[in-house]
């Protein structure tokens, strides 16, 4: 069992920048993929972002490539989200995730566990 606590998200101008954090507990977050996803309103919950388990391999929508990246510290089991030059098509509920897949994901049904989400407005 893992559970995911996200941090980081709030209130910020179009072009500005967040970083999200995402810890986990337990002992075996190495054990795990992690990703970003996000739901704005009104829509269904895409992907953003996964990373493998040594850090080493990473994935990007397309719609985040080059503005966001993906990190990992194992000794801390958390995965971060550094975001720049934000946009208000940013905004929505951002959601960490845990596979058991080895290597990158996109796919929800990759997902194993979710964490409960962190609001990230952006205004214009």
């Known amino acids: 069992q893992v559970q995911l606590v996200e941090s980081g998200g709030g209130l910020v101008q179009a072009g500005g920048s967040l970083r999200l954090s995402c810890a986990a507990s337990?002992?075996?977050?190495?054990?795990?993929?992690m990703g970003w996803f996000r739901q704005a309103p009104g829509k269904e919950r895409e992907f953003v972002a996964s990373?493998?388990?040594?850090?080493?391999?990473?994935y990007y929508a397309v719609s985040v490539k080059g503005r966001f990246t993906i990190s990992r510290d194992n000794a801390k089991n958390t995965v971060y989200l550094q975001m720049n030059s934000l946009k208000p098509e940013d905004t929505a509920v951002y959601y960490c995730?845990?596979?058991?897949?080895?290597?990158?994901?996109?796919?929800?049904?990759?997902?194993?566990?979710w964490g409960q989400g962190t609001q990230v407005t952006v205004s214009s």
């Open positions: 995730a845990a596979g058991l897949r080895l290597g990158v994901f996109y796919e929800q049904r990759a997902v194993s566990y």
């Open positions: 337990g002992r075996t977050f190495s054990s795990y993929a």
């Open positions: 990373i493998s388990q040594s850090g080493g391999s990473t």
